[in-house]
T-cell receptor
């Protein structure tokens, strides 16, 4: 079993839809939970981070962490074609060993 | 200058050769991490450098080595290249107090033939 599991998709939604992305993990020591967005031929770009459990909202994006279930989610409201990218979940127990999921490729169709 | 810069952007090497990849950290960031991203996969942690010392290593063999310089720029060296080393190599800089604050470069695409 991988330490971080993420459904690779691909996921295709119409413009304006609510998108739900999620990851599960097995290492209970993880404390920092991040979501990155990666466009083709680019490096990952940090979207949101959460420390420990809870929710965090930033504009159209909401990140949720449930440590009891070892499950994290990213919701995108009113999705736009510019949101089309690969979304990577990442988590770490310390600063120097961030573990990534495989990434979910999202396409938002106009 | 802001952002993380990596060079070269693309590279083709022959199996058995050696390669050096370079990274310039974001201004003010004294920690640099290297990741390998195979096609269709998430990035895998190779190692991290802080103040010119290795500060953690992932599950990669010793033929993957690195350096960090006083100006916080960094190199990733890979010896005895294998076909499976073909991947996108990403450099990320950060501050130790911000474990979420990684800034990634656009990567070096290495192809081993």
């Amino acid at each position: 079993q991988k330490e971080v599991e993420q459904d690779p998709g691909p996921l295709s939604v119409p413009e304006g839809a609510i998108v739900s992305l999620n990851c599960t993990y097995s290492n209970s020591a993880f404390q920092y939970f991040m979501w990155y967005r990666q466009y083709s031929r680019k490096g990952p770009e940090l979207l949101m981070y959460t420390y420990s459990s809870g929710n965090k909202e930033d504009g159209r994006f909401t990140a949720q962490v449930d440590k009891s279930s070892k499950y994290i989610s990213l919701f995108i409201r009113d999705s736009q074609p510019s949101d089309s990218a690969t979304y990577l979940c990442a988590m770490s127990a310390r600063n120097n060993d961030m573990r990534f999921g495989a990434g979910t490729r999202l396409t938002v169709k106009p | 200058e802001t952002g993380v810069t990596q060079s070269p952007t693309h590279l083709i090497k022959t199996r058995g050769q050696q390669v050096t990849l370079r990274c310039s950290s974001q201004s003010g960031h004294n920690t640099v991490s290297w990741y390998q991203q195979a096609l269709g996969q998430g990035p895998q942690f190779i190692f991290q450098y802080y103040r010119e010392e290795e500060n953690g290593r992932g599950n990669f063999p010793p033929r993957f080595s690195g350096l960090q310089f006083p100006n916080y720029s960094s190199e990733l060296n890979v010896n005895a290249l294998e076909l499976d080393d073909s991947a996108l190599y990403l450099c990320a800089s950060s501050l130790p107090a911000e474990p979420y604050g990684y800034t990634f470069g656009s990567g070096t695409r290495l192809t081993v033939v």
